[in-house]
């Protein structure tokens, strides 16, 4: 299929996303000793946010959110749920210059290997999944990509960036901590989902579909 028929609908959230992006800030990239559809499927629910990542993506107490289909891709948004924390992120919008965002937590799930993630549009964290040889490894890599920064506030974002990036990489080792003691059979021997795992579902149904399975 062409670009823009696997893209589907979200061709146009990316292409809104990518004209509020500057640069490149951050670059990480390591085996997460897992299968890569157990690494996908761990990033596509948010139900272990709070028991896996309490002091680092929990500390947002993101809501219940909405998923959206389209596709063979989907997107998850989710309002921040901590007051606090929501107050502060709305006046660093005086950091930058952009005219587009969700005011929350937005994930995107780009079929089969990626996902683009940001909180209020600042800075978006880039994620591919790739598989391996070995079907108990995956190719995992990370980049943080910044939104334009307003010229006289640069040393601000750049502060800000920064932060941004050690908690990524915070959230994404404690998910391969998580990840590695999941065996791969448990894809087949553990086939029941919650509620709260519709993308994970979906992305199972895709997959199947797309495989002739």
């Known amino acids: 299929m062409s670009l823009s028929e696997q893209l589907g609908e979200t061709e146009q959230v990316l292409e809104e996303i990518s004209f509020n992006i500057a640069g490149r800030h951050d670059f990480n990239q390591y085996e997460f000793e897992c299968n890569w559809r157990i690494a996908l499927e761990n990033a596509l629910e948010p139900y272990h946010i709070d028991m ?104 601000t974002a750049q502060s800000f960036f920064d932060s941004t990036a050690q908690i990524n990489r915070k959230v994404f080792d404690e998910d391969h901590q998580i990840c590695k003691r999941i065996p791969t059979r448990a894809l087949e021997t553990h086939p029941t989902l919650a509620d709260n795992e519709a993308k994970v579902r979906h992305f199972r149904e895709s997959l199947a579909a797309i495989s002739g399975r």
């Open 52 to 155: 896996v990542h309490p002091n680092s993506l929990g500390t947002l107490r993101l809501e219940d959110g909405e998923n959206e289909f389209h596709g063979v891709n989907s997107i998850w948004r989710a309002p921040v749920g901590n007051s606090r924390v929501d107050k502060q992120l709305r006046a660093m919008s005086r950091l930058f210059n952009i005219d587009y965002r969700y005011e929350g937590y937005q994930s995107l799930y780009i079929f089969p290997f990626a996902m683009l993630s940001s909180t209020y549009g600042y800075s978006y964290s880039l994620q591919n999944f790739f598989p391996s040889t070995n079907p108990e490894r995956t190719h995992f890599t990370s980049r943080l990509l910044t939104a334009p920064v307003i010229p006289e506030r640069q040393a």
